[in-house]
């Protein structure tokens, strides 16, 4: 009995750094995610500012041009920050993916040896029995 509180102690530090691994790698995945919208955002306020500022200088009969010249920049735009936003949450998707990898090899190499260990109990008991 005295082994296993120690033992459910060293399980018991694995499993809460295995959280807290879990975690960060979270953390860290929304820390890109926010840095990426700031980024974006920054840019777009000041797209927009230029925009607006040719806009009132322009005549009427360019502003359509404007209009037009606006749609496969923006297309492009939208679609790099989509890969960015792809890139972030795979490498978060990795890190989890090979930590709980990790975290279930540990579960079998311990369910191994607790079938080995019963094995050898349930052997030792039947030579008990049998010499008796």
Not at 63 to 79: D, H, R
Not at 100 to 109: E, K, N
Not at 123 to 132: F, P
């Amino acid at each position: 009995m005295s082994t296993l509180i120690p033992q459910h102690a060293v399980e018991a530090q694995a499993n809460i750094q295995q959280l807290f691994g879990f975690s960060t790698k979270v953390f860290e995945g929304f820390e890109k995610l926010t840095a990426l919208n700031l980024q974006v955002f920054k840019a777009t306020l000041a797209e927009n500012h230029a925009l607006a500022m040719k806009a009132l200088s322009s005549r009427p009969d360019e502003l359509f041009a404007l209009s037009a010249s606006l749609g496969k920049p923006t297309a492009e735009k939208c679609l790099a920050y989509g890969r960015h936003v792809r890139e972030i949450l795979a490498d978060v998707q990795g890190g989890l993916t090979s930590a709980s990898q990790s975290q279930l090899q540990r579960y079998q190499q311990d369910a191994k040896g607790f079938v080995a260990d019963l094995t050898k109990a349930t052997s030792a008991e039947t030579n008990v029995a049998a010499t008796e």
